[in-house]
């Protein structure tokens, strides 16, 4: 292995579901985007692979880091594997394993009434689109391009 292609890699696995899930929440929180349940299913191996970079680098041998590494990798692309079953939900390629979502986080006071109020988050229909691609398919696009980038330069070989 080269001697700069950990740090980079570890770099890559550290700050890629970083931006995804600082994108992603901001989409939520500032953009009015409601998540539906497959979306939060992409941010979970986000969330993992973001512990796994940030241990990587306080871990003190190599092939710690490197293993670290590699595991964040292989979390990147778990998440971009659902973008890309999420995605062939929203374009009707296949049908979704799961029912419409709602927002609702509170079971108690009047149910009726908290349910009334939350918005019904469908799987099946993007919320937003670029260019014809929604965000689970912008997700399955980066995370499985950065997933691959982070296992090649994790697991090269010296030349």
Known sequence: MRANDLPLARWIALL????LIAGALASQYLGGLYPCEMCHWQRWPHYAAIGLAALSF????????????ILAGIAILVSGAIGVFHAGVEYHWWQGITACANTLGATGGDL???IVRQPVVRCDVPQWTLFGISLAGFNAILSITGALAVLILATRRRT
Do not use: I
């Not at 890629?16 to 931006?19: G, I, Q």
């Open 112 to 114: 009726l009434a908290a």
């Open 16 to 19: 890629l579901p970083l931006t």
């Open 58 to 69: 306080v871990v003190p041998r190599t092939s710690g880091k490197r293993a670290l590494v």
